[in-house]
Structure formats: C-alpha cells, structure tokens
C-alpha cells in the first residue's frame, strides 16, 4: 500500500493542471472509475442503468481492486487518460487537487439544480479543500461497533447501550472473553484510534487545517491510546498469532471475536453470513462522544472533455434515486439526508437492525486532516501502532518514533 | 523428487478442491479441503462476476502476439551482443543489466505516457507492445549466454560466405539457440498470461483487459465468496498447464539436445 501511495505522489508530480473548455455535450459518453470488488460493481451497474432508463448519456464503468485504485488513477492522469469521473476517499483526495486533477464540483452541480443544504455538512467539509467544494460526497460513514448478538446472549451480557463508557466497554470485553472467544478487535490504524483520542479531549495533529506537526504524545492522546493498550493487556483481544492467521472481520464471521470495530463497509459481507445475527452499537466514551468521518466523493477530472455530461451523472448518483440504489447495496450510509432517513438505509428488515446508530453518530463526526501528505503519515502511524498493539513495544517509544518520522511528512506539503 | 512435486503441487490442489467448496459459508478455521458436496456451479457462476470468454480470448490473442514476438526480438538482440566486438559487447551487457535493475514501478508512467503518445493505449494488444522491446533484458541476456556457446568461427565463416546478419540469425543461430528459444517462448507466455499490473496501467477500457486481471478482481471478493474466485483461478491456470503439458515433450527433447 505503501509503494502505492508512493507512486501515486511520483505519478501526480507528472500532472499538467490544465482543466480544458467543456465541449457542452450533456449526452456525451463519459468514463467512471470505482474502488470495488465484483459484487459492489454490480451496485454500480445497477445505478447506470438506472440513470440510462432516466435519460442519462453512456457511462463506462471501470472497476478496480481496492489496492489498485489509486495506482490507475495516478498512471491514467499522469498519461492524460483520466476518466471523467472518479470515486475516491477524503484522505486520499487533496494529493489530486494540488496538481490541479480535479475541477471543483461545486458550480458544475449547482447548474445542475443540486442543493448542497439537502446533504450533511461533515463530508461536504471534508471534501472543501481550497476553499472551493472539490468533489460531491456520495457517503457518510463513521466507526461503529459491530457485534454479535448470540455470543453477548451466550455470555450473559447486555447489549451495548447508547453512550456507554469506556470502561463499561472494557468490561464488556473482558466479560466476552471466554476460552476461544475474544471479547473485541481493533485494527491498529489512527482512523481507529482517533475518536478514542478526541473523546477523551487530545488531538491528532496541532491545527486541523494546516497541521505542521502530530500531538499523539501530548496527553489528551497519550491517555486515550494508553487506555487502548491497557485493554490489550488484559487479553481480549486477539492475539498477533490469531490476527495473523485470521482478518479481524472474519475471526467476527466465524464467532472468534465478539465486537469489532469497523465503518458501514463490512454490512454487505456480514450478510451473507447465514447464521451471523450482528447488530451496530455506538462507540464508547471516554469523555465526549465523538467518531470519526469515513466518505468517498464523486470527482470531476480537470482533464475530462465531458464536464457537462459528467455533473449530470453524478447529480443524478447523488441524487435521491442514485442514493436509494447504493443505499440498497448496504456498503453505504446515504450523504443525502432525505434517503438516509428512508427505509433504503434504516429498514430493520436487513441487518444491521440499529442502522440508526450511523445516523446519530453524524453530529459528534470529525474528520482527519485533509493534507496532501495525510495518507504517509497515516502509514506511519498504522505501523508504529501495530508495534505497540501487537508486539508490545513501550507505547512512548512508538510515539516518538511517529513524532520522528511523520512531522517531516507534515512539514514538507 | 515426489516430495518436490508433491510441495509445488500441494497449492494447486487446494486450489481445485477449494473452488468445489459450498459458497457463503463462514470462512473456515483451518484448512477445510473436503468439500462435501462438490459445487460444480461455481464454475458456472464466475462469468457472473466477471465477462470470462471476453477476457480469455484477449488473453489467449496477447499471448498470441506477443510471445513470437518477444522470441523473435530478444534472439536477433541477444545475437547483436554475441557478434558485437570489445567494448561495445561489454556495454550492450551492462546496458541490459542496468535495465533488469530499474524498478517495474518505474516505468508504468513513462510507459502510459508513450503509448498514448503514439495512440496505441487502449486495445487488446497494448501490452503486446512491450514485446517489441523484448518484454524484458533478461530474455535478451538468456539468447546472449546460449549463442556465446556457437564458435565464433562459425558465425564468421557466415559472414566470410556472404550471408547476411538477417541470413546469420534465421539459418545458423536460431537453430543452435533453439533451448534459448523454447525458454523464452515459455516464460514469456507465462508472463504475458498472468500480467495484470500492465494492462491495469496501460489499457483503460475494462472491455480490452486479460483474463488476469479479471481474477485479480475476483480475488477482492469477501471470504464468503472465495470458492467461486478459486473456480475462476482454475479456469485460467489451466490453459497455462494445457499448454505446459503440450509443450513440456519439445521443451525437454530441445534442452537435452543441447
């Protein structure tokens, strides 16, 4: 992933930020780029088709793996063959916009009679990135906990509650914890630690918007990700030999592991899991609530010939029939209010029965810096993490070792 | 040597056992082989996820093309640098060692940007380009060290009896590099079957990509589904392992002759 992300910061150097005169031709075909696997690409067909029965010109989907996303786009850029319209994440999106790769989307939309004030503020702050609205969110996701109803049953334990603590959290766990089941798993990522860290009243990085430097030391942080450890100490969670052997999404699958915690994107898979009776719950507390943002975005590529074509593809894909037909597909929470709050998204006909719990998430949701060096310092951090979580390396030499190796990364945008 | 093959085999097994295995069930806690029943239907059911005939016969047209090709290119370069002289032989071997050390990462931008330069992005055959640069030096090294073996005096006694570099290539060396030629023939098919990295770069409608790269999407399926992403690594192992079986009796009968 690494070398990925290298190469897509190598290829982006090769960019020429000339956004070219739209040809105004709204049937005109256009190319769609997607992160999915087989069976989400099958969700985006579906939209397609959809927005051709509407009306809408040719669309040519183009899906790829997840590890292949970024490295196409950089190649397909770097070349000038960029699709005219491409999903990507917020943390992956600002190295884009800094060599001039995306025309913001805001006008474009706005022509296309697109309300922004239907749509939930925090990814649209997400993807503001030079003070213009860059890319339209298609998404509003956040860290939940998902768990599984029998092995709670089993234990004798009661669900989690809306605003539970920290401290009940890790009672839950260790209560969980009974001779081949492990009472949760967490993967040793900042997109994982950082709600734990604001709840509790740290910070990240020293200013959000221009972040120079990273605060994991300080002690709002310091205590938060200490608290993590100490839970780790108690062994409820999976071991490194276990986490080895097994993702934790599968070790949930398979009844080994009671909680985890994940973003909406898992729903799909639990589902096909007969038998598998999961619900979604709150993240605990351990001052304020808080979680943390995960949205992807519909781009315009600066290059695209069809801008006119392209806006109207997406104003319809985040639109209200757009939204119901990826909300169906369960990988996503709707950034449209209207249907968010439809029973495409909420229906407890369909695990997870609490889907509400994305929802009230949204006010406490904060988002990590959107800086064009964000995804390096992230690998730092998840492998600097992973040493403390996993390997048991004191959990102050880890975090001068962030210290030394990501504020650089900050310092050099 | 039953003990190797059992270790080389033991992957392809599990493979073939775990594309009968039933579908969306929970992953397994160890290695679950027996399937019971076999699901033949995963077989059937991969070309729901990914258009197989399409991206097979790109597959089988890239091998097609560019096998003879890079055979071809990387022979004739291999016996320019057995005929060169001096310091210029010593070169074209240092040249042809510093491209085997330049990164594969390296090159896909440089190599999207030419391509599209020229406007040749973009067809089945984008990849089948790169044979005209003879896929890879090594190939180009393999020829070098198999015609070094020819005597000198032959290839000059050629020359002295007016046959031309082409004439030289076709009639002496060819023939005598003939294990050289059935290796590279075999590596690069193996190589031009399996790549996904170039066509991910190089070619951007999804309608032009091999078959490799539709597996390697498969292969992001979640766990539930792997059964059916094994069945589709069985469908495009096998006509590398056809092709093997057919051609093993030439490889081995040309490496023994030499």
Redesign the interface.
């Known amino acids: 992933m690494k070398?990925r992300r290298l190469?897509a910061a190598?290829?982006l150097f090769?960019l020429v930020g000339c956004a070219t005169q739209p040809a105004e031709s709204a049937g005109a075909p256009i190319?769609l780029q997607v992160r999915a696997?087989?069976?989400e690409?099958a969700v985006y067909r579906s939209l397609i088709s959809a927005y051709k029965d509407a009306g809408g010109g040719d669309v040519?989907?183009?899906?790829?793996?997840?590890?292949?996303h970024l490295?196409?786009l950089?190649?397909?850029f770097?070349?000038?063959?960029a699709p005219d319209v491409f999903l990507i994440n917020y943390r992956d999106y600002p190295p884009f916009v800094q060599r001039g790769a995306v025309r913001p989307i805001g006008p474009l939309l706005e022509q296309e009679g697109i309300s922004t004030s239907d749509y939930y503020e925090q990814p649209l702050r997400a993807f503001t990135y030079q003070d213009a609205l860059q890319c339209m969110p298609q998404n509003i996701s956040s860290l939940v906990v998902y768990w599984n109803r029998a092995l709670f049953k089993q234990a004798g334990v009661a669900p989690p509650a809306a605003g539970w603590t920290w401290d009940e959290f890790v009672r839950t766990a260790q209560a969980l914890t009974t001779g081949s089941v492990k009472g949760v798993g967490i993967d040793p990522s900042i997109t994982r630690m950082a709600p734990f860290i604001w709840s509790r009243g740290g910070a990240i990085v020293d200013d959000e918007n221009a972040p120079t430097r990273t605060t994991l030391h300080e002690p709002g942080a310091r205590a938060a990700l200490r608290a993590v450890v100490d839970l780790i100490a108690t062994g409820a969670t999976p071991t490194k030999d276990q986490l080895a052997a097994?993702?934790l999404?599968?070790q949930f699958?398979?009844?080994k592991v009671a909680m985890f915690l994940s973003s909406r994107v898992e729903v799909?898979?639990l589902r096909?899991?007969?038998?598998?009776d999961f619900d979604v719950a709150a993240l605990p507390v351990m001052g304020a609530p808080a979680s943390v943002l995960h949205t992807d975005a519909y781009c315009v590529a600066s290059t695209s010939k069809n801008p006119k074509a392209a806006a109207m593809f997406i104003a319809y894909a985040v639109g209200r029939q757009g939204q119901t037909v990826t909300a169906l597909g369960g990988r996503t929470v709707p950034s449209l209010r209207s249907v968010a709050t439809s029973p495409a998204f909420l229906s407890p006909a369909r695990p997870p029965a609490s889907s509400r719990v994305f929802l009230d998430a949204i006010p406490h949701l904060r988002h990590t810096p959107v800086t064009p060096s964000w995804p390096e310092v992230e690998d730092v951090i998840g492998t600097q993490l992973q040493r403390a979580f996993e390997d048991g390396v004191p959990l102050d030499e880890v975090l001068a070792e962030i210290q030394k190796q990501a504020d650089p990364l900050l310092r050099r945008r | 040597m039953i003990a190797l093959s059992v270790v080389f085999l033991a992957p392809l097994i599990v493979m073939v056992l775990g594309s009968v295995q039933r579908p969306l069930q929970p992953p397994p806690d160890g290695l679950d082989l027996w399937p019971d029943p076999a699901q033949w239907s995963n077989y059937l059911a991969v070309s729901r996820f990914i258009p197989l005939a399409r991206l097979l016969l790109n597959s089988l047209l890239l091998v097609v093309v560019a096998v003879p090709v890079t055979v071809v290119v990387t022979s004739m370069a291999g016996l320019a640098i057995v005929t060169a002289r001096g310091g210029l032989r010593r070169g074209l071997i240092g040249v042809s060692v510093f491209m085997l050390l330049v990164p594969a990462a390296a090159l896909w931008v440089p190599r999207v940007v030419l391509l599209r330069g020229v406007g040749l992005a973009d067809t089945p055959l984008t990849v089948a380009l790169l044979a005209l640069a003879g896929t890879t030096p090594f190939y180009v090294l393999l020829f070098a060290l198999a015609y070094s073996r020819i005597p000198v005096s032959l290839l000059e006694a050629a020359t002295l009896e007016g046959l031309s570099p082409y004439a030289v290539w076709r009639r002496i060396a060819l023939p005598l590099g003939r294990p050289a030629a059935v290796a590279v023939a075999a590596l690069s098919t193996l190589y031009y079957w399996s790549t996904f990295m170039d066509p991910l770069t190089l070619v951007s409608s999804p309608g032009n990509w091999p078959v490799a790269l539709g597996l390697r999407s498969l292969s992001e399926m979640e766990a539930a589904l792997y059964p059916i992403y094994l069945a589709g690594a069985v469908i495009v192992t096998a006509p590398a392992l056809l092709a093997f079986a057919i051609g093993q009796r030439s490889f081995f009968s040309a490496v023994e002759r030499s």
Request: hydrophobic share 30%; glycine share 12%.
């Open positions: 070398a190469l190598v290829a090769g190319r696997d087989p069976e690409a040519e989907l183009v899906t790829v793996g997840r590890e292949d490295t196409r950089s190649t397909a770097a070349s000038g063959d097994q993702r999404d599968e699958m398979t009844g799909p898979a096909e899991q007969r038998g598998l």
